[in-house]
């Protein structure tokens, strides 16, 4: 069994792997349509995927998975280099040639009766400087038409691709579902990424996290730019100008939320029009122009259902309805639907839940698992901005941290400079979320977002954050860090969140324009006015939205000491900030 590639070195690398794993057949992944209908049709045949309604929704299936693989297991996660400081404390680490031969066993024959589809993708618009190519080897079907979603794929990719350009090496098999035998292993030096044991989107879809941000953090850091855990969205203002922003949340945090977001009516009345560029990954580099640039690698969305209604995400939901793999979400039995928590108030009669029994106990159980979700096209988006495709990417204006915090972090505050903005990044807490196996509600340090996926050791991408700034001077965009889930005494939301945190974006847009006032106080810059039109909140709420409590504060300061004492080092301009922070705070 062999394949011909054009590429000299892809084409040596497949045969190897073809040899290693013993599939009885090899597809090539060619991007077509016609291609596409027949895996889905064995997927159905193979009980893979359950078609869904399809005049309600057309081209749609319902996936089951393992109840062991249902989300990122960062235990399992693996950063393979020569020496344990390349990949540092934060990261789990091996020692590259004994992973190598540990792959090398997993791997021996693990496709022995099965078929290998050979899938080029391309994370990045045709025809961009900022776009990369890669190679995922896989024996799942689902995994397959899942990438065919998330990246764009085929013979255009192998034709950008040519004789010699570069790529990264990806190999998947399903195994056996062992959790104790789940490796999801990163070789940043040999740029190979190696998936076994899971089908999970994170673990797997080698696109996404595995390459768009541990492989390319890495490059990213080599090359000058910045590969990032963040959405991009735009901002039309009445004027007709466009201003853009890139945001930063752990998962599970907002980000397909705020990227979507469906301003407020008087908003919409006076002309201002969100439109979305990605929300999840962003690849940011310095154009000629001296400006930071913006694009969104992937091709489609893998996002977090539950939660996610007409009311909450409306731009979401309309993604949905065609072309869409839904994973571990119940199933309405009475027309062959979908369902998840809060996608309505009142659930329907005839569920079936996540592993796809009988929905009963419904008071202490879930319907669909908390991080179900759905993968669905891009295209499909009704607010999916204009340059979705641009080969240029957008310039931005604002980069935005945020996490889950019920009581430090104010609704919104700008750093003082880049350095600060960058300290802000560095040191940002959140509540883990069921986005990654382990408990859920527990604070942890998860610095720009980027805790579960930065490729390399945590010190040297704050001390290449710190760069980036020197090196776009004063073309770096302002840097900003909001709260939507801050609690009150009963522990629910103070802040409506979804379209409402327009008006943080109206605030911000206006700092970045310098027509709004801030006002300076320990932390950062917080608003002098928000513009809280039309919105039934009261004073005491406003209030305690931007309060800094200092005893909080001063536990607080703890936590990131504890962190950053973590680290093998924290660069000088951090340790200064931290020090200004400690100073304002405590006198
Ligand atoms: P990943 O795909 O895991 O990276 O997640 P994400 O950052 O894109 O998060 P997403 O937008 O999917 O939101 C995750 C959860 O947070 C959903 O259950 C949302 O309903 C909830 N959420 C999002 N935005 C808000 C908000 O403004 N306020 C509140 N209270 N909840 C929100
Ligand atoms: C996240 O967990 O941040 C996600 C989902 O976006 S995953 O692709 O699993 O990483
Ligand atoms: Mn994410």
């Known amino acids: 069994m062999n394949v011909h590639v054009k590429h000299v070195e892809a084409n040596e690398w497949i045969n190897r792997m073809i040899k290693l794993t013993k599939p009885a057949n090899v597809i090539m992944i060619d991007g077509s349509e016609k291609q596409k209908e027949q895996l889905i049709k064995e997927a159905v045949a193979a009980g893979e995927l359950l078609e869904l309604n399809q005049e309600k929704l057309?081209?749609?299936?319902?996936?089951?998975?393992?109840?062991?693989?249902?989300?990122?297991?960062?235990?399992?996660?693996?950063?393979?280099?020569?020496?344990?400081?390349?990949?540092?404390?934060?990261?789990?680490?091996?020692?590259?040639?004994?992973?190598n031969t540990k792959m090398y066993e997993l791997f021996h024959n693990s496709m022995e009766g099965k078929t290998m589809y050979i899938i080029p993708y391309m994370m990045g618009p045709y025809g961009s400087p900022f776009s990369k190519i890669g190679f995922e080897l896989t024996d799942s079907r689902y995994v397959v038409l899942s990438m065919l979603i998330m990246a764009r794929c085929g013979n255009k990719v192998l034709e950008e691709l040519g004789e010699d350009g570069e790529f990264v090496k990806g190999l998947h098999s399903v195994g056996t579902m062992d959790p104790e035998e789940r490796y999801i292993c990163h070789f940043p030096d040999e740029k190979a990424i190696y998936s076994f044991n899971s089908e999970y989107g994170g673990n797997v879809l080698q696109g996404k996290k595995c390459f768009s941000l541990r492989i390319a953090s890495v490059i990213a850091r080599d090359e000058m730019w910045l590969a990032e855990h963040m959405l991009i969205l735009a901002i039309k203002k009445p004027d007709g100008q466009k201003v853009y922003v890139a945001a930063a949340f752990p998962s599970a945090c907002g980000k397909t939320n705020l990227a979507m977001l469906v301003p407020p009516k008087k908003f919409l009345d006076e002309g201002y029009e969100v439109t979305t560029?990605?929300?999840?990954?962003?690849?940011?580099?310095?154009?000629?122009?001296?400006?930071?640039?913006?694009?969104?690698?992937?091709?489609?969305?893998?996002?977090?259902?539950?939660?996610?209604?007409?009311?909450?995400?409306?731009n979401a939901l309309e993604s949905t309805k065609k072309g869409t793999i839904f994973t571990n979400v119940a199933l309405n039995t009475d027309d062959n639907t979908v369902w998840w928590e809060s996608l309505t108030k009142i659930p329907p009669e005839n569920l079936l839940d996540w592993k796809g029994n009988p929905w009963t106990d419904r008071e202490n159980t879930k319907g669909a698992h908390p991080n179900s979700r759905f993968t669905a096209p891009a295209e499909n988006c009704p607010c999916l901005d204009e340059d979705f495709n641009s080969p240029t990417g957008v310039p931005i204006s604002a980069i935005i941290f945020g996490g889950r915090r019920a009581k430090i972090m104010p609704l919104v505050m700008e750093s003082f400079d880049w350095n600060h903005g960058v300290f802000l990044g560095s040191s940002m807490g959140s509540e883990t979320t069921a986005a990654t196996t382990g408990q859920v509600g527990v604070t942890r340090r998860d610095p720009m977002a980027m805790l579960p996926f930065c490729g390399y050791n945590m010190s040297d991408y704050f001390a290449h954050w710190i760069e980036m700034g020197e090196y776009l001077g004063d073309k770096a965009p302002k840097i900003f860090n909001v709260n939507w889930f801050r609690t009150d005494d009963d522990g629910s939301f103070m802040w409506p969140g979804f379209g409402e945190n327009f008006r943080v974006l109206k605030w911000i847009l206006?700092?970045?324009e310098g027509k709004a006032s801030g006002v300076e106080c320990e932390i950062g810059i917080i608003p002098e006015e928000i513009d809280f039109d039309g919105l039934d909140i009261t004073s005491e709420v406003k209030a305690e939205l931007f309060n800094v409590d200092k005893e909080r504060w001063d536990v607080e300061i703890e936590e990131i000491q504890a962190f950053y004492d973590k680290l093998d080092y924290v660069p000088e301009a951090l340790e200064k900030e931290f020090e200004a922070l400690k100073k304002r705070v405590r006198g």
């Open 58 to 99: 057309p081209g749609c299936y319902l996936r089951r998975s393992d109840p062991t693989d249902v989300a990122r297991v960062e235990n399992r996660t693996f950063i393979c280099t020569e020496k344990e400081i390349e990949a540092g404390p934060t990261n789990k680490w091996a020692y590259a040639p004994s992973m």
């Open 277 to 314: 560029l990605g929300d999840d990954i962003a690849w940011l580099r310095k154009a000629p122009d001296g400006r930071l640039y913006a694009i969104n690698p992937e091709y489609g969305f893998f996002g977090v259902a539950p939660g996610t209604s007409a009311k909450s995400n409306f």
């Open 510 to 512: 206006a700092r970045c």
